[in-house]
C-alpha cells in the first residue's frame, strides 16, 4: 500500500519537515532550475528542502531554459540583477569581498543555481545559451561538502542546500542581504541524512546496508567528475 506523502515537501507524512521549518526571508531571489530527474527521482532532494525555506525563491523545472517564459521574464527585467552559481574563468567569488557595498544599484539580485547531477548541469547550462550569457559567481567553501550518503566528484562540490548555505554567508558579510537564520538549513540537512542513515542501518527496511556509509575523507575520489551519477551541484572557489 502506497506511503501518504507531503506534496510541500515530498516526504512521507510522517517524516514531513514542513512543521519544522522557519521561513527566511531574503532580499535575494532564489531560482532554482531543477532537473525533471532531480524532481521526480531524487528522494532526498536538498533544493526542495531548501526552497521550503527560502520565501523568496521559486523552483522550475526543465533541461532548457531559453524558451521558459518565467526565466526570460526574470532574465529581462532591468530592475533585477541576475548571476549564475557557476564556475568559469571570469566568475567573482562572493567571498572575497569582491562586490562592494552598493554595487547593485539599487537592483534586485537574482541567482539562478542549477539543481541537478554535475553532468546533467553542465547538459542544461548547454542548451541554455542565455543562462551561458549571465554573470558567474562562486564563492569559497568554509568547508567541504557534509555530505554522508552521496559523494562528491571534487573536494569543492556541494549540495544545492550547502551551497545556499555558503551564498547568503557570503552576501551577508558582503553586505549585499541578511542572513538571519544561518543554522537552519545545516541544521536541516543533518536531520534529513541521519533519518536515511538510520534507514539504511534497520535491516527490516528496504535499502538495508550491511556496511555503513564511509566517512567523506575516507572515500576515493572519483577519476572524473563527468562519470559521476550521484554529484550534487556543484560550486567551486575561483581560480
Same mark, same amino acid.
Given at each position: 500500500?502506497?506511503?501518504?506523502?507531503? /506534496?510541500?515537501?515530498?516526504?512521507?507524512?510522517? #517524516?514531513?519537515?514542513?512543521? @519544522?521549518?522557519?521561513p527566511?526571508?531574503?532580499?535575494t531571489? *532564489?531560482?532554482?532550475?531543477?532537473?525533471?530527474?532531480?524532481?521526480?527521482?531524487?528522494?532526498?532532494?536538498?533544493g %526542495?528542502?531548501?526552497?521550503?525555506?527560502?520565501?523568496?525563491?521559486?523552483?522550475?523545472v526543465?533541461?532548457?531554459?531559453?524558451s521558459?517564459?518565467?526565466?526570460?521574464a526574470?532574465i529581462?527585467?532591468?530592475?533585477n540583477?541576475?548571476?549564475l552559481? /557557476?564556475?568559469?574563468r571570469?566568475?567573482?567569488?562572493?567571498?572575497?569581498?569582491?562586490?562592494?557595498?552598493g554595487?547593485?544599484?539599487?537592483? %534586485?539580485?537574482?541567482?539562478?543555481l542549477l539543481?541537478?547531477?554535475?553532468?546533467?548541469? &553542465?547538459?542544461?547550462? $548547454?542548451?541554455?545559451? +542565455?543562462?551561458? %550569457?549571465?554573470?558567474?559567481?562562486?564563492? @569559497?567553501?568554509? !568547508?567541504? +561538502?557534509?555530505?554522508l550518503?552521496?559523494? #562528491?566528484p571534487?573536494?569543492?562540490?556541494?549540495?544545492?542546500?550547502?551551497?545556499?548555505?555558503e551564498?547568503?554567508?557570503?552576501?551577508?558579510?558582503?553586505?549585499?542581504? !541578511?542572513y538571519?537564520q544561518? =543554522?537552519?538549513?545545516?541544521?536541516?540537512?543533518? &536531520?534529513? #541524512?541521519?533519518?536515511?542513515? !538510520?534507514?539504511?542501518? =534497520?535491516?527490516? $527496511? =528496504?535499502? /538495508?546496508?550491511? +556496511?555503513? /556509509? %564511509?566517512?567523506?575523507?575516507?572515500?576515493?575520489? *572519483?577519476r572524473? #567528475? +563527468?562519470g559521476?551519477?550521484?554529484?550534487?551541484? *556543484?560550486?567551486a572557489?575561483? !581560480?
Amino acid at each position: 500500500m502506497a506511503r501518504e506523502m507531503c /506534496y510541500r515537501c515530498f516526504w512521507p507524512k510522517p #517524516q514531513c519537515w514542513c512543521d @519544522t521549518i522557519i521561513p527566511m526571508p531574503t532580499r535575494t531571489h *532564489f531560482v532554482f532550475l531543477m532537473h525533471p530527474k532531480e524532481w521526480k527521482q531524487e528522494k532526498a532532494a536538498t533544493g %526542495r528542502l531548501t526552497h521550503l525555506c527560502l520565501p523568496n525563491s521559486v523552483v522550475h523545472v526543465g533541461t532548457e531554459f531559453d524558451s521558459h517564459a518565467a526565466v526570460q521574464a526574470l532574465i529581462a527585467d532591468s530592475g533585477n540583477s541576475c548571476v549564475l552559481v /557557476y564556475p568559469g574563468r571570469d566568475a567573482v567569488n562572493l567571498s572575497t569581498g569582491a562586490w562592494p557595498r552598493g554595487a547593485l544599484e539599487h537592483r %534586485r539580485l537574482v541567482v539562478f543555481l542549477l539543481d541537478a547531477t554535475w553532468s546533467l548541469g &553542465r547538459k542544461m547550462l $548547454r542548451l541554455s545559451p +542565455s543562462l551561458q %550569457r549571465l554573470p558567474r559567481v562562486v564563492f @569559497t567553501p568554509s !568547508a567541504p +561538502s557534509r555530505y554522508l550518503i552521496k559523494q #562528491q566528484p571534487h573536494p569543492s562540490c556541494l549540495s544545492t542546500l550547502e551551497a545556499v548555505h555558503e551564498l547568503l554567508v557570503a552576501l551577508e558579510r558582503g553586505g549585499h542581504d !541578511a542572513y538571519p537564520q544561518p =543554522d537552519q538549513l545545516l541544521n536541516l540537512f543533518g &536531520r534529513m #541524512q541521519a533519518f536515511q542513515i !538510520a534507514c539504511a542501518s =534497520d535491516p527490516a $527496511r =528496504d535499502g /538495508y546496508r550491511r +556496511s555503513g /556509509y %564511509r566517512p567523506p575523507a575516507e572515500r576515493k575520489p *572519483f577519476r572524473g #567528475q +563527468s562519470g559521476s551519477r550521484r554529484a550534487r551541484v *556543484f560550486q567551486a572557489p575561483a !581560480a
